[in-house]
């Protein structure tokens, strides 16, 4: 199935450092999701996106719904050793036959160094 | 709240033989769960949309007869890998909707079922 094309892939970042990452579609979704996923555990919500151009923040973690409904970024304030995981995003498709299906991006795997 | 519970959280078993995975939301019903698979280092791929009393929706390419689901109640929704291969060794993640949420609502996750096939 389709996927969202998210990166970068990988970062390695010091800790106290911020850090952004972003995914991006050729399709319109009307929902955007971010998760983090540690590892051997299911994905764990962040935050939900449900307006092209909402901006939400849950804690450290701020993330945005882009008004092209193409894309979505997600940026972590000030990082700390628990960042460490792998973060998804994950959007729902306007229209069509997918009802509540969400469609991943391929994550993004945070390393942070103390 | 939200809490999808799977079980068991990992399981081996012999080539040939079958295996079920539960999952079930706890503290909410469900009239949607969703399986995925997950393969190391790689993204969740939807594999079937489970629905309370009818039945799943299977993803393009995703066998129906060997992976059987079920979603008997608002609660509960069984995943069973038959006649298993080792190339069916994965990580099995489900998520749930709340009944009276809509299409938009977040999923909850359950925390994955780490099968091996030998």
């Known amino acids: 199935g389709q996927q969202l094309n998210q990166s970068p892939q990988s970062m390695f970042i010091q800790e106290g450092e911020d850090v952004s990452m972003n995914c991006t579609s050729s399709?319109?979704?009307?929902?955007w999701l971010w998760y983090k996923q540690d590892p051997g555990e299911g994905p764990v919500l962040l935050i939900a996106?449900?307006?092209?151009?909402e901006l939400t923040s849950n804690g450290r973690l701020t993330a945005q719904f882009g008004i092209t409904r193409k894309d979505s970024f997600l940026n972590i304030s000030a990082s700390i050793p628990s960042d460490v995981g792998i973060y998804f995003c994950?959007?729902?498709?306007?229209?069509?036959?997918?009802?509540?299906?969400?469609?991943f991006g391929q994550g993004t795997i945070l390393t942070v160094h103390p | 709240g939200a809490v999808v519970s799977q079980h068991p959280s990992w399981v081996i078993c012999k080539s040939g033989t079958s295996v079920k995975i539960e999952c079930r939301s706890l503290?909410?019903?469900?009239?949607?769960m969703f399986w995925y698979r997950q393969f190391p280092k790689q993204s969740l791929m939807l594999m079937a949309t489970?629905?309370?009393?009818?039945?799943?929706?299977?993803e393009q390419g995703v066998e129906k007869d060997k992976f059987l689901i079920n979603h008997a109640s608002l609660t509960l929704s069984t995943l069973t890998v038959t006649s298993a291969h080792p190339e069916d060794s994965s990580f099995y993640i489900c998520?749930?909707?709340?009944?009276?949420?809509?299409?938009?609502?977040?999923?909850?996750f359950g925390n994955g079922t780490r099968l091996t096939v030998t």
């Open positions: 994950a959007g729902r498709r306007a229209g069509g036959t997918s009802y509540g299906k969400l469609t």
């Open positions: 489970s629905n309370e009393g009818s039945k799943a929706t299977y």
């Open positions: 503290d909410f019903q469900a009239t949607t």
């Open positions: 998520s749930a909707r709340r009944a009276e949420g809509t299409y938009n609502s977040p999923l909850h």
């Open positions: 399709s319109i979704f009307n929902t």
């Open positions: 996106l449900y307006k092209a151009g």
